[in-house]
């Protein structure tokens, strides 16, 4: 379990609360899980945050304070992005144990697996869900699904040790030639792909912004590897350039 247990991390985006912060700290760690990264968090490092840790202080000391969300995934080649709400990205949609099953299969494969969960007002972004390769929500009530950050921290925690405990990780199946590319090779490519359609002036009216997070979706349920995402930059590339002499006089 504790090799698998490894490749999971929990990231917390936009924390607006340090107790919140501490409380998840202590809900991995009595699930067995130690990796806690923080995007952009409000307030930390804070004594409401060491306060509400308990024993979890060494979680709290390891943690990692990134910038961009592109940096707390770096690494992270399979994502769940944790929603109390339906928004409107066209994203699949899973139960936690769903979701539980899909990140085992692919901590089984040896990827890094990040669960994401966002602000407490505003929960994650459209923008931010568009990282991921799909939603999870917790079934809670209709009129009244808010959970507290740290309770929806500990639900997957909590279902995630349940099927470590019971071996629900599927065997490893045979190696890939090469592992898919993590969130941040998937995030240079997402920006050259952006340029590139507005180089060669694809949108024409279109809204650009709905384009690309129907195109995210495409990339992401394809899962590339880096090999692939060479040969897609270079077709990206030979178009920027062939856009280039185009444009130029007399062309």
Do not use: W
Request: net charge neutral.
């Amino acid at each position: 379990m504790t090799d698998l247990a490894a490749r999971f991390r929990f990231v917390l985006v936009r924390t607006s609360h340090p107790g919140n912060i501490g409380s998840a700290a202590r809900a991995i760690r009595t699930m067995g899980f130690t990796r806690l990264d923080l995007v952009r968090p409000e307030r930390f490092p804070h004594r409401e945050a060491d306060a509400l840790a308990a024993g979890a202080a060494d979680v709290l000391a390891a943690a990692s304070v990134h910038e961009t969300m592109a940096d707390g995934l770096a690494g992270a080649s399979f994502v769940l992005g944790l929603s109390a709400r339906r928004r409107g990205v066209n994203l699949e949609e899973l139960d936690p144990r769903e979701g539980v099953a899909r990140a085992l299969a692919a901590a089984a494969r040896g990827e890094q697996v990040a669960l994401v969960f966002g602000n407490e007002r505003t929960g994650l972004e459209n923008e931010e869900l568009a990282r991921c390769h799909a939603m999870v929500r917790i079934p809670s009530v209709e009129d009244y699904s808010s959970l507290n950050l740290a309770q929806a921290v500990q639900v997957m925690a909590y279902e995630l040790r349940v099927a470590l405990l019971a071996d629900a990780a599927p065997p490893a199946p045979v190696a890939q030639d090469e592992p898919p590319a993590d969130a941040a090779k998937m995030e240079q490519f997402f920006h050259h792909l952006a340029a590139t359609l507005d180089d060669i002036e694809f949108h024409k009216g279109r809204e650009p912004t709905t384009i690309m997070l129907r195109l995210r979706r495409l990339f992401q349920r394809a899962q590339p590897d880096e090999r692939e995402l060479r040969i897609l930059h270079g077709i990206l590339a030979d178009a920027q350039r062939m856009a280039g002499l185009a444009r130029r006089p007399g062309s």
